[in-house]
C-alpha cells in the first residue's frame, strides 16, 4: 500500500476528522462507539480531578527557590508541559482499553463506506492488544526524554513546542493504526506511510489533539478520530503495484 501525495494536503487531512465526528452519529456505528466513549468518560473524569488537585503542588516542587522570580513565567511552561504529558499518557491508556473496540469500529466503519464485509477487515483480539503495547513502548520511549527535557530550566522553554508535536505525530500513528492494521500493515510499515504524509499525518493528529484537550468534547473525539483515520486511508490510498498512480 501506498499514499497519494493528496493525504499530504493538512486542510483536506483535517477534513477527513471532520467527517469522523459527522458520521459517528450514523446509526450503524452507533454501538461500536457506546463502550470507548464510556471508558473515555471514565478515565478523562479521572485525569482532570488529579489534575485539578495536584498539578498546582506538583508545579511548585519543580520550580526552585532561586527561580522563584521567574515563576510567573515558568508555571505556565510546567503547566503546559505536565498537561500534555499527562493528558498524553489518559488518552493512551484509554486507547489501549478500547482497542478491540476501536478496530471493530474501524472495520464497520470500511464496511459502511465501501460495502466490504465487516468480517474481512477484523483482527484477532491478541493481535490488536499487541500493537497496541507495542505503540505504547514506542510513545514511552520517546515521552520520557521529552519529559526529562521538560525540568531542566532554560531548555525547557520549548518543551510545550516539542510535546505539541510528539502529541499531534503521536495521534496520527495511533488512530491511523486501525485501519492499517485491519489492511494487514505492521506498525514499522504504518510508520513509513505517515512519514510519506508527514504534513498531512501532524495535521490530522494535531486537530485531534485539540479536539481531546476539550472537556466533554473529548469523549466522542476518539471514536471519531477512528472513524476519521478510516475514511483518510480508503481515500488516498493506491495500490502500489500502479505505476504512477495518486
Same mark, same amino acid.
Request: proline share 5%; net charge positive; glycine share 6%.
Given at each position: 500500500?501506498?499514499?497519494?501525495?493528496?493525504?499530504?494536503?493538512?486542510?483536506?487531512?483535517?477534513?477527513?476528522?471532520?467527517?469522523?465526528?459527522?458520521?459517528?452519529?450514523?446509526?450503524?456505528?452507533?454501538?461500536?462507539?457506546?463502550i470507548?466513549?464510556?471508558?473515555?468518560?471514565?478515565?478523562?473524569?479521572?485525569?482532570?480531578?488529579?489534575?485539578?488537585y495536584?498539578?498546582?503542588?506538583?508545579?511548585?516542587?519543580?520550580?526552585?527557590?532561586?527561580?522563584?522570580?521567574?515563576?510567573?513565567?515558568?508555571?505556565?511552561?510546567?503547566?503546559?508541559?505536565?498537561?500534555?504529558?499527562?493528558?498524553?499518557? +489518559?488518552?493512551?491508556?484509554?486507547? *489501549?482499553?478500547?482497542?478491540?473496540?476501536? /478496530?471493530? !469500529? #474501524?472495520?464497520?466503519? &470500511? %464496511?459502511?463506506?465501501?460495502?466490504?464485509?465487516?468480517?474481512?477487515?477484523?483482527?484477532?483480539?491478541?493481535?490488536?492488544?499487541?500493537a497496541?503495547?507495542?505503540?505504547?513502548?514506542?510513545?514511552?520511549?520517546?515521552?520520557?526524554?521529552?519529559?526529562?527535557?521538560?525540568?531542566?530550566?532554560?531548555?525547557?522553554?520549548?518543551?510545550?513546542?516539542?510535546?505539541?508535536l510528539?502529541?499531534?505525530?503521536?495521534?496520527?500513528?495511533?488512530?491511523?493504526?486501525?485501519?492499517?492494521?485491519?489492511?494487514?500493515?505492521? +506498525?514499522?510499515?504504518?510508520?513509513? *506511510?505517515?512519514?510519506?504524509?508527514?504534513? /498531512?499525518? !501532524? #495535521?490530522?493528529?494535531? &486537530? %485531534?489533539?485539540?479536539?481531546?484537550?476539550?472537556?466533554?468534547?473529548?469523549?466522542?473525539?476518539?471514536?471519531?478520530?477512528v472513524?476519521?483515520?478510516?475514511?483518510?486511508?480508503?481515500?488516498?490510498?493506491?495500490?502500489?503495484?500502479?505505476?504512477?498512480?495518486?
Amino acid at each position: 500500500m501506498k499514499f497519494a501525495k493528496k493525504g499530504n494536503n493538512p486542510l483536506l487531512a483535517m477534513g477527513y476528522l471532520v467527517q469522523g465526528l459527522k458520521l459517528s452519529a450514523s446509526p450503524e456505528l452507533r454501538a461500536f462507539i457506546i463502550i470507548p466513549v464510556l471508558i473515555n468518560l471514565a478515565l478523562y473524569s479521572i485525569a482532570l480531578a488529579l489534575g485539578y488537585y495536584y498539578i498546582d503542588e506538583l508545579i511548585n516542587q519543580f520550580i526552585p527557590d532561586w527561580l522563584q522570580w521567574l515563576r510567573l513565567i515558568l508555571w505556565p511552561l510546567f503547566f503546559i508541559s505536565f498537561f500534555i504529558a499527562g493528558f498524553f499518557t +489518559f488518552t493512551v491508556l484509554a486507547n *489501549l482499553i478500547a482497542a478491540p473496540f476501536y /478496530g471493530k !469500529l #474501524s472495520a464497520k466503519t &470500511l %464496511a459502511k463506506i465501501t460495502g466490504q464485509s465487516l468480517a474481512s477487515a477484523e483482527q484477532p483480539l491478541a493481535k490488536v492488544v499487541l500493537a497496541e503495547l507495542v505503540r505504547i513502548v514506542y510513545f514511552a520511549t520517546r515521552a520520557v526524554p521529552l519529559l526529562i527535557l521538560s525540568f531542566i530550566p532554560g531548555v525547557n522553554v520549548i518543551a510545550p513546542v516539542l510535546w505539541a508535536l510528539f502529541g499531534a505525530w503521536g495521534m496520527a500513528l495511533e488512530y491511523m493504526a486501525y485501519p492499517l492494521e485491519n489492511a494487514g500493515l505492521l +506498525f514499522s510499515e504504518q510508520k513509513q *506511510l505517515l512519514k510519506d504524509v508527514r504534513l /498531512g499525518a !501532524l #495535521s490530522f493528529g494535531g &486537530l %485531534a489533539v485539540a479536539g481531546l484537550t476539550i472537556p466533554v468534547f473529548n469523549i466522542i473525539v476518539a471514536p471519531a478520530a477512528v472513524i476519521g483515520a478510516t475514511i483518510y486511508v480508503n481515500e488516498v490510498k493506491v495500490d502500489s503495484t500502479a505505476s504512477g498512480s495518486e
